[in-house]
């Protein structure tokens, strides 16, 4: 059975700086891998999804993640964080081919201080 | 524009009266899923439609039932709610569910209370 590791529950960046928000897989075969971000109060926001082709995938908001295979890891990442990204970060696994039913990490919040 | 309604945003009710929270989507979309949210264990589905008429149990479908009777309605209900169903409902959709998955639209989320 597929599933999703988020390791990083919280997550404490400044304005500014550097993000990357881990996330671990498990599935036997080529998966399909997003990225969602929860805003307080909203549903989940798409920010960016991985089928094939270009391991580096970017998405809206200024997001990129980045597939790795061997390491069974699809992080994402953004150069410098603004104070409206604080919020919470899935990342979901589904399966290629067949029935799509996907699973969810658990999430990681993100805090960013001014 | 393209969404999904959930209604209502937030309901406070007691324990064993029925209750249903509504989900529809203007996207012509097949697969429609519910979700409950709830702190530390993310996101677990509860019920998903494949299409018309065809739906399936998620993770967690004890004390739910779903229908499907048009593409684009997938109401959740709870027929004897419980304090243990308390949590933050999410409808979702999408185009299609097999290999051209374009990923969910969301609703704004159901935030249920059962006292």
């Known amino acids: 059975a597929q599933s999703v590791t988020q390791p990083d529950i919280h997550i404490t960046v400044s304005e500014g700086a550097s993000l990357e928000l881990r996330c671990n897989y498990s599935y036997g075969a080529t998966p399909y891998l997003f990225w969602y971000v929860q805003s307080p109060g909203q549903g989940l926001q798409l920010l960016l999804k991985?089928?094939?082709?270009?391991?580096l995938v970017q998405g809206i908001k200024g997001f990129e993640a980045e597939f790795k295979r061997s390491q069974s890891s699809f992080n994402l990442r953004k150069p410098s964080v603004h104070w409206s990204d604080a919020a919470e970060y899935f990342c979901?696994?589904?399966?290629?081919?067949?029935?799509?039913?996907?699973?969810f990490g658990r999430g990681t919040s993100l805090i960013v201080h001014p | 524009e393209a969404q999904v309604t959930q209604n209502p945003r937030y309901l406070i009710t007691v324990t064993g009266k029925k209750l249903t929270v509504t989900c529809s989507q203007n996207m012509n979309h097949e697969y429609m899923s519910w979700y409950r949210q709830d702190p530390g264990l993310g996101l677990r589905q509860i019920y998903y439609s494949m299409n018309v008429e065809v739906t399936d149990k998620g993770d967690v479908p004890e004390g739910y039932k779903v229908s499907r009777k048009e593409k684009r309605n997938f109401p959740l209900i709870l027929e004897s709610p419980s304090p243990n169903q308390t949590s933050l409902y999410f409808c979702?959709?999408?185009?299609?569910?097999?290999?051209?998955?374009?990923?969910?639209?969301f609703g704004s989320g159901t935030r249920l209370t059962v006292v």
């Open positions: 979702a959709s999408s185009l299609y569910s097999g290999v051209s998955n374009y990923g969910y639209t």
């Open positions: 991985y089928f094939s082709g270009d391991t």
């Open positions: 979901a696994v589904g399966q290629s081919g067949g029935s799509y039913i996907p699973t």
